[in-house]
């Protein structure tokens, strides 16, 4: 029964029409549609049955592989169990376990977790809270919001305004005040082939000191980067990059929020690039592999000074007038929690970092092969940089990225840099292939 449907699934496509998609070539698409009606483990297949290596996760997201039996399973009992709970002065025991084992995992002085229902709204999330947590202790001055060139931080209004991708804020206005932006940190003149962190660089974040010297601190809430920006095209930090950021807030009140939509759950071969990488921010961002793209569902993670700033005023008061419906959804809790026993269960961070080197070898052998001008990586993140094509950028990866499709891989593309975050279940082999159909379709292009 279950098989029939399937077919009939794969065989069936409907009416195109109506669903304005997001992030996509509405037009191109609806005249090459590619549905994927199923997927497990690292594969999903399409509407007319083709089985497609996953070689980036979903979108950086399904980090445990797709349809993992147990987070399948926790999900229907959380259904067939508690469907939903009013999220303000109500709760349910599922996303306070899932609280607790969130903050287990996280680096040492992060101890609470706030929920929400995607990374942009985690984004914007965590700026409410620096601005709040400034004027709660009579700081209210410190309004200022400093992003980087090149970041990504959703497509809330807050995330696209301290994002730094010149398409995702060109179209939408003056966007939040009192914003400031970072130099970014890619320059392939200098670290092009870099493995792991690039040498050069670490003085970009010495450009803080000016921005802030500019508003004065006493103007600035906090800054926000991507420990690894991902959407801008893996964009590594260069070492001593990220202790410089946290000590030039430190000196100057200023609170520090990594995004780690992309880098948490073992992305990098920790729990978090902050555990990777050694630094401690005051306030994070999670989603994607918080439920492994299960059911969607997003985090503000905070230190303790954070969250005890906040609880004063009348016992019984709201102290922070923020939050959705969906906060801690019972089915997304519950497939927050069910992913943790797996990434925990299976070992699947260290997973990540043991195949670190392959991955890295195998990513770079591609060096040499046709327009490629950079390969970066670290844990199971990785990106092929290509030459653009003269007067169209994007152009070419996009065709790469089509024909890997077609030849059964699929991989993401920003910019002209091809982008690879399998599932931390990847085997040996299967990073083999996904290797050797970019290599093949690079020198037939
Ligand atoms: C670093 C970062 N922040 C925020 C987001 C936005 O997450 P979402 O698409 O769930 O809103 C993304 C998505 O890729 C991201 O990479």
Known sequence: MADNTARQL??????????????????????????????????????DGKQLLDAVAGLWCCNAGHCHPKIVEAIKEQAETLDYAMAFQLGHPTVFELANRLVDIAP???????????????????????????RTRGEGARTRLIGREKGYHGVGFGGISVGGLSPNRKMFGAMLPGVDHLPHTHHIDKNAYSKGQPEWGAHLADELE????????????????????????????????????????????????????????????????????????????AAKGLTSGTVPMGAVLASKDIYDTFMTGPEGAIEFFHGYTYS?????????????????????????????????????????????IDIRNMGLIGAVELEPIEGQPTARAMQIFRDCYD???????????????????????????????????????
Not at 218 to 240: D, K, Q
Not at 334 to 346: Q, R, T
Not at 419 to 437: G, H, N, R
């Open 10 to 47: 794969e065989n069936d496509i409907p009416d195109l029409e109506a669903y304005w998609m997001p992030f996509t070539g509405n037009r191109y698409f609806k005249q090459h549609p590619r549905l994927i009606s199923r997927a497990e483990g690292m594969y999903c297949y399409t509407h």
């Open 108 to 134: 040492e002085g992060i101890d609470y977790a706030f929920f929400v229902n995607s990374g942009s709204e985690a984004v914007d999330t965590a700026l409410k809270m620096a601005l709040a947590y400034h």
């Open 210 to 285: 000016n921005i802030v010297a500019l508003h004065d601190p006493s103007t600035v809430a906090a800054v926000i980067i991507e420990p690894i920006a991902g959407s801008a095209g893996v964009l590594l930090p260069p070492r001593g990059y990220l202790e410089k950021v946290r000590e030039i807030c430190d000196r100057h009140g200023i609170l520090l929020i990594f995004d780690e939509v992309i880098c948490g759950f073992g992305r990098t071969g920790e729990s978090f690039g902050a555990k990777r990488f050694g630094v401690t921010p005051d306030l994070m961002t």
């Open 328 to 372: 801690g959804h019972p089915l997304a809790a519950a497939a927050g929690c069910a992913a943790l026993d797996v990434y925990l269960g299976e070992g699947l961070f260290d997973r990540a970092k043991d195949l670190e080197g392959k991955f890295e070898d195998a990513l770079h052998s591609l060096k040499g092969e046709p327009n490629v």
């Open 407 to 445: 030849n059964g891989v699929i991989i993401r593309t920003t910019g002209d840099t091809l982008a690879f975050s399998p599932p931390l279940i990847i085997e040996e082999s299967q990073i083999e292939t996904v290797v050797e159909t970019v290599r093949t379709v690079l020198r037939a292009q």
